[in-house]
């Protein structure tokens, strides 16, 4: 019967911080909205400083495969260095490979408020997509299957990170750290190996590092609200073969459906206020802020969400229904992605993750955003 109490008011608790987190989710203001970085030219394809370099085959167990975790890696190292970088590797055999074990490395950084809390006590937004790419063809590139996704992960990181340490200083300048619950918000992104299936799709042969790290996320023990770290995730929300041009993303679960309007109303805000470059017709990217309900299907698309989903986590899936032409073949490469639309998703989950983590009235002017606007401005003099 203790037991039971406990187990019952815990859940309460987690009821509780559940209904907290989603009352602290702040709208920016139409200013705020303004100063959302679109990430310039790091999108190029031939020069991007986020994407370019791991437009390359990136089989895992491959020398692409290290360089576009050195990429990753690198890019945190020097310029978030305030994120904390943690490995998850494991192996395992395929049915292209033979006996021969195949490494499996997932990257997992994430910024937590830098009071001391324990480990279990904060709830992390935990973005993700995959960096592998398809073993055949041989010399498939997958840009937007998945690299185009990455480099926008690495951008929302940067875009939200001043602000966030901002914020977090403000806080505990004031005195309001440890007051509420709702203040211990995480912010956590997983660049994901081993998606893709080496021969053909199927629960074994399909999502080697995802459920390398759920199980082992499921067994991790922790102290605190959260006993593990798979609980300690708030909302999965995964990127996939984006950065074609109109993309059509459906809201896939009726459970997170709260979370896609959100999302959906960001879209429609930057539109409104002619922030966003694309003009898609006849709807925009979030097609599904209308569904009701019932109109709720049990389809969805098998991917890295699956390892989480099935223990029970909450999950975004931001993938477009129908696929990109281009998916799968050797035309999933940088010059058939559509940049401009690339652009505006960066602005669009940049927003999503600042309203998430409170952020108004933190992000600064985009003039004062460091090297990148430093390379603008000097190529506009030149203009
Ligand atoms: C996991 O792999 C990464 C990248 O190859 C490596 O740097 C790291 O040392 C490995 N960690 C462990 C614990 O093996
Ligand atoms: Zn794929």
């Known amino acids: 019967m203790l037991s039971f109490r406990l187990i019952q008011s815990r859940v309460l608790l987690q009821l509780l911080l559940a209904a907290t987190a989603a009352l602290a989710y702040t709208r920016l203001s139409d200013a705020s909205l303004a100063r959302v970085p679109s990430g310039d030219d790091d999108f190029d394809a031939t020069s991007g400083k986020l994407l370019a370099p791991i437009l390359i085959p990136r089989v895992p167990g491959t020398p692409g495969s290290e360089k576009a975790r050195r990429h990753f890696a690198d890019f945190f190292a020097a310029q978030l260095p305030r994120w904390i970088v943690e490995w998850h590797n494991s192996t395992s055999v395929t049915p292209a490979t033979g006996d021969e074990e195949v490494p499996f490395v997932n990257l997992v950084v994430r910024r937590d408020p830098p009071w001391a809390v324990a480990e279990g006590d904060v709830a992390r937004l935990t973005l993700a997509a995959h960096y592998d790419s398809l073993y055949r063809p041989e010399g498939f590139i997958g840009a937007v299957d998945s690299a185009a996704p990455c480099a926008l ?10 602000a966030l340490t901002s914020k977090w200083d403000a806080m505990l300048a004031n005195g309001e750290v440890g007051g509420g619950l709702e203040e211990e918000k995480g912010l956590q992104i997983i660049f994901i190996d081993g998606e893709e299936a080496w021969v053909e799709w199927t629960d074994s042969d399909s999502l080697y590092g995802s459920r390398a790290l759920a199980e082992k996320w499921e067994s991790t023990s922790q102290e ?10 708030s909302l999965f929300m995964l990127l996939d073969l984006l950065g074609a041009a109109e993309p059509r993303i459906p809201s896939y679960f009726g459970k997170t459906h709260w979370a896609y309007q959100h999302l959906a109303a960001a879209e429609d805000r930057l539109r409104g206020l002619s922030i966003l470059e694309t003009r898609p017709e006849p709807h925009p990217f979030l097609v599904d802020n209308q569904k009701r309900s019932y109109e709720f299907t049990r389809g969805f698309v098998q991917d890295d969400h699956v390892p989480f989903l099935e223990r029970g986590v909450d999950v975004l899936h931001l993938i477009p229904t129908p696929f990109p032409a281009v998916w799968h073949t050797m035309d999933d490469d940088g010059a058939h992605l559509d940049i401009p639309t690339l652009r505006d998703w960066a602005k669009i989950i940049t927003v999503f993750v600042a309203e998430w983590m409170d952020l108004e009235g933190f992000l600064p002017p985009l003039q004062q955003d460091g090297e990148k606007t430093d390379t603008r401005h000097s190529k506009k003099d030149e203009l």
């Open 224 to 233: 605190g609200i959260h006993s593990t770290p798979l609980q300690s995730i």
């Open 153 to 162: 992960l690495m951008h929302v990181a940067r875009s939200v990170d001043r």
